[in-house]
């Protein structure tokens, strides 16, 4: 027979209980048990002999038992025939099954003759129960397997080509006390369109050294020739000091987003502590044909909205090949907010260009998903206006309300439509003096009302857009000083963050709508993405946090202490691929010609996919009930 299974009763096989429990007592989390749980388990197992290459779980059949490798070793794979794990002696799998919907999530192969001890899921589940690090064993592993599951992603090759790979010849350095002219000639003989300026002439003893700056073909045009230098003047003075660089094993990918953030076409490249050469976006584009960074720099040449609407017709274009690249969500929130934060840009140099100077000094915010860079392909506007505290409303909101009009309006020409909530600064509730702002986020934050908490809460995410910094970090650093000692606002806020649960049903199903225009889907942002912004707000705010980025956050209370690094993590991870999860989506969608949206209906995901979003979403059911207990929700009425 292929395999074999015999109960092991306490009466017939004594030897080989004893035999079996000094097994279990040796691998975790067994070895945790006191020692009437462990004999109880050892009475409760099955024993199976597996062949090499037979079946030992199949994917989307029922499975009943936690199952321990006693000798061999397992292959699991997932339905494309990629593999999932390998298990070997005092290793367990099958878990996430009985943590699930009891389904296989995986094939399980013996790659070698196998003796398996199987314990039954009453008896798993009894011992999760009684024992809170058996449980945390399993929801740790679970945790592993999700981020497992963001590792294995496939990537484009022409997104995970190593930027060594694009140089194609040794830096063309100039040393720092060279003239204009000299670096002019040179870089005329090497036919290429930048220097990188070092300490010494690469020949000399030592190498070049230390890397100063960059000259490109465009400072010479703008810093010399339109300032009327002298050629022969020094080339540290027209140069770009302290270039950004990027190490030699970074991905093209990782130089595109570190171009697209600057707006630069240039970017030396650094091997160790020694200049390597210089990649620049021509060489990104024979990897790609499109890139954000030549969208950014486009939209600055334009001079009216209806120029700029044109370009950004191409982003959709560009999110969808990044998704279908899998490239990381968070990089594909950066690529898209770095789009729209340039569109905003010129949109306001524009509308000073048409009104006039601005009569008081002003700061424009940016607001929800746009502030945090997690935009995506069916993002709106969030927005409003911080002026300087001479602003006169008789005198100078006529000027403001048009301003902000003309940039609304452009941006939803561009495609990141009005705000459904009007949540934007032609709203003159949100244009307003900082003395004003700051006593409306006073009011909130000492006499928060949970019913327009959840109004409210995109305004803790907020992020300098254009115009006078320093308004925006006096409100911002007013922000945190009264939000992080207010208790009562801190359970508000978390009272808000649980008002909507992931969408699983008993067994871990996924609930869906039942009738209506979006019947047989979920809302994968409300359900999903949001309870886990929601959390990170509340712990950043609480431990005086700055960052506004979901993953930065994250971070940075974890490092602050303010949640266990490891919860923080595996709520990162879940958030990770729930976005994952909804750009892929929104790229079915692109590809079809349909409108992106976050609706997901369960039967677009592959069985796999579905055992991971489960994953996750018990990661978010597990942190909002820390969350509750952290704040203290009940006394909020």
């Not at 196998?114 to 129960?129: I, V, W």
């Not at 679970?142 to 190593?162: I, K, M």
């Not at 003096?433 to 006499?447: G, N, Q, V, Y």
């Amino acid at each position: 027979g292929l395999y074999f299974a015999a109960r092991l009763t306490d009466a017939a096989m004594t030897p080989e209980l004893a035999q079996l429990r000094d097994f279990l007592a040796a691998h975790a989390p067994f070895d945790a048990l006191p020692e009437a749980d462990l004999q109880r388990a050892v009475r409760s197992l099955d024993v199976r002999y597996v062949r090499r290459q037979q079946p030992v779980l199949t994917l989307g059949q029922p499975n009943a038992y936690l199952h321990i490798v006693r000798k061999g070793a397992v292959e699991l794979t997932g339905p494309q025939g990629g593999l999932v794990d390998r298990c070997g002696e005092g290793e367990s799998f099958g878990y996430p099954s009985l943590l699930g919907d009891g389904i296989a999530s995986a094939h399980a192969t013996a790659i070698e003759d196998m003796l398996l001890y199987q314990l039954p899921a009453d008896a798993f589940h009894a011992l999760r129960e009684a024992h809170l690090d058996f449980a945390d064993f399993f929801d740790e592993a679970q945790a592993h397997r999700l981020r497992a599951a963001l590792d294995r992603r496939t990537q484009a090759a022409e997104l995970v080509t190593p930027v060594r790979s694009l140089l194609t010849r040794p830096p063309v350095t100039i040393p720092l006390d060279a003239s204009i002219r000299t670096a002019a000639q040179t870089m005329a003989e090497a036919h290429v369109s930048s220097l990188l300026v070092v300490e010494k002439a690469a020949e000399e003893p030592g190498g070049p050294g230390r890397l100063f700056g960059i000259l490109t073909d465009r400072d010479l045009r703008t810093r010399v020739l339109a300032e009327g230098r002298a050629p022969d003047g020094p080339v540290r003075g027209v140069m770009t000091p302290n270039p950004a660089v990027i190490g030699a094993d970074a991905l093209a990918f990782e130089a595109l987003l570190r171009m697209t953030a600057r707006n630069i076409h240039h970017l030396p490249v650094m091997d160790g502590g020694a200049l390597a050469g210089i990649v620049t976006v021509t060489d990104l584009m024979r990897l790609q044909a499109s890139s954000p960074v030549f969208i950014v720099g486009d939209i600055a040449k334009q001079t009216t909205p209806e120029g700029l609407a044109r370009v950004a017709e191409r982003l959709p274009d560009l999110l969808l090949r990044l998704i279908e690249a899998d490239a990381k969500p968070r990089d594909i929130g950066t690529v898209a907010t770095a789009v729209a934060d340039a569109l905003t840009e010129r949109l306001l140099t524009l509308a000073e260009a048409k009104l006039g100077p601005p009569p008081v000094p002003y700061a424009w915010l940016v607001l929800g998903s746009q502030a945090r860079q997690e935009m995506n392909a069916h993002s709106d506007q969030d927005n409003a206006l911080l002026l300087h505290d001479d602003f006169d409303p008789d005198a100078h909101d006529a000027y403001f309300a048009a301003l902000a009009q003309y940039v609304s309006d452009g941006l939803h020409g561009a495609g990141f439509v009005y705000c459904p909530g009007d949540v934007m600064a032609t709203n003159p509730r949100w244009r307003q003096p900082l003395a004003a702002w700051k006593r409306t986020f006073t009011h909130w934050i000492e006499r928060p009302d949970p019913k327009a908490v959840m109004h409210t809460t995109i305004f803790f995410d907020l992020r300098h857009g254009h115009g006078d910094e320093a308004l925006t970090r006096a409100l911002r650093a007013h922000i945190r000083e009264t939000a992080r000692s207010n208790q009562i606002f801190l359970a508000t806020l978390a009272v808000d963050a649980l008002q909507f649960e992931p969408p699983l049903g008993f067994f871990r199903t996924f609930v869906v709508d039942r009738s209506g225009d979006h019947k047989d889907t979920f809302d994968i942002k409300t359900r999903g993405l949001a309870p886990l912004v929601d959390i990170a707000r509340v712990h950043a705010l609480a431990a005086g946090v700055t960052a506004v980025n979901t993953h930065d956050r994250f971070a940075a209370i974890a490092e602050a202490g303010a949640v266990n690094p490891k919860d923080a993590t595996s709520q990162d991870d879940a958030f990770e691929y729930v976005a994952m999860t909804r750009l892929r989506h929104q790229g079915r969608q692109l590809r079809a010609a349909e409108t992106p949206d976050n609706r997901i209906a369960p039967r677009e995901l592959s069985r796999l996919e579905r055992t991971h979003l489960r994953d996750a979403f018990k990661v978010v059911v597990t942190a909002q009930e820390s969350l509750a207990s952290r704040y203290n929700t009940a006394m909020i009425s």
